[in-house]
């Protein structure tokens, strides 16, 4: 079992019940099921917590159900799962590489922390790949920069978080030395009994040692970054939940730290990417043609923004790439959907058939 567990349990509201599933429960289900929070995921099995303290249930099977960490189950006294709660939020990507599926990342978060450190790897096309994710799924977004105290001076730290307020004026944005103690009473407004917050950002950026400092204790594994290109390596290597005790710095809460993805393709994010560009949009509504492709076009109201520099040509390219990579995951994804949904009728149609036949 994983170290992070402990023997006695946590009360429901500590691991982030609240009247929203609450609500979701029949008089006679809250007396015969436990209420269960997933903390971990293995290929197999997934780790839990219920106020009767961690539990270890199989997942294998015909009946495997597609969860993800930070779902709320009810279980029976065998510690079997009757069902899973309505999630409030949840985070998905295309599965990495060329199969054709989406993976779950995370669900029921209250905060999105979009980690990336001010070094080489500080890229804006990433973070807005991020908020798209967080704008999907409802969450609010909070970017920290980590590696502060690396930057030659405090007007270096400025000008990176200039540049992320350009993409949204009204963004969070909290810079900070994660192995400083001051770093947990910065993230402190976020930190409350109840809520969960999902650290995101690529390897090396500081999750594992951010993680480790809202904790108070080395729960995480952390190692360095290649000094070449700033590029870090895979400390954390599974997704999970930890409870942060209440102290004279933070209220409490629950944090989830994730493994780097070097991948986030966009799938099924059409309302995410609106809003996380919503400035690109508003323009093109002042465009001379409603079909305006905002290339060449006359009458182009957004590329009148980037010769005024009121737009930079790079948020237009970010905006277009990703419309077009979540047109096309999306369309993917619905039609191995409709594969799916064809199979199983005819493998129904098989089956009632046989019967037939075996009752003639």
């Known amino acids: 079992m994983s170290q992070f567990f402990i023997e006695h349990g ?26 269960a929070r997933v903390v971990q995921q293995h290929k197999s099995e997934i780790n839990v917590f219920a106020e009767s303290g961690a539990l270890t249930i199989k997942t294998s099977g015909a009946n495997h159900l597609p969860l993800t ?10 510690h079997s799962i009757y069902r899973v709660l309505e999630r409030s939020s949840i985070f998905s990507r295309k ?10 990342i995370a669900a029921n978060v209250d905060t999105l922390f979009i980690v990336s450190s001010l070094n080489n790897d500080f890229n804006l096309n990433r973070i807005e790949r991020y908020l798209v994710l967080a704008h999907e799924a409802g ?3 909070l970017v920290v920069l980590t590696k502060a105290d690396l930057c030659e001076s405090r007007d270096v730290v400025d000008d990176y978080i200039a540049q992320i307020k350009k ?5 969070t944005v909290v810079a900070l030395n994660a192995l400083d103690s001051s770093a947990k009473q910065q993230l ?6 109840g809520k969960t917050l999902a650290l995101l950002g690529s390897s090396g950026v500081g999750k594992s040692t951010l993680v480790n400092s809202l904790l108070g204790e080395n729960t995480q594994n952390t190692d360095g970054i290649r000094e070449d290109d700033s590029k870090g390596h895979h400390t954390t290597t599974s997704r999970s939940l930890h409870i942060i005790s209440s102290n004279a710095l ?3 809460g629950i944090v989830l730290d994730t493994p780097g993805m070097r991948e986030l393709q966009m799938a099924n994010s059409e309302e995410g990417i609106a809003e996380t560009f919503a400035d690109v949009i508003q323009l093109s509504k002042s465009c001379k043609f409603s079909n305006c492709q905002h290339e060449s076009e006359p009458g182009c109201a957004v590329q009148a923004a980037i010769e005024s520099n009121e737009l930079s040509s790079r948020r237009l390219q970010s905006f277009q790439k990703l419309q077009k990579e979540d047109a096309f995951n999306s369309a993917s994804l619905a039609e ?7 199979r199983e009728k005819f493998y129904r149609s098989v089956i009632s058939h046989s019967r037939h036949l075996k009752n003639r």
Do not use: I, M, T
Not at 18 to 34: A, G, K, P
Not at 188 to 193: F, Q, T
């Open 139 to 141: 969450v609010e977004p």
């Open 95 to 104: 599965a990495a590489g060329s199969k054709v599926a989406e993976q779950l």
């Open 69 to 78: 960490v930070g779902d709320w189950l009810l279980l029976d006294s065998k």
């Open 250 to 252: 933070v209220d409490g």
């Open 188 to 193: 402190s407004p976020w930190c409350k009994v």
């Open 167 to 171: 993409l949204d004026k009204f963004l």
């Open 10 to 35: 946590h009360s429901l509201v500590e691991l982030g019940w609240n009247n929203r599933f609450q609500q979701q429960l029949s008089l006679e289900e809250w007396e015969v099921y436990q209420p």
């Open 336 to 342: 191995r959907r409709d594969k799916n949904k064809k």
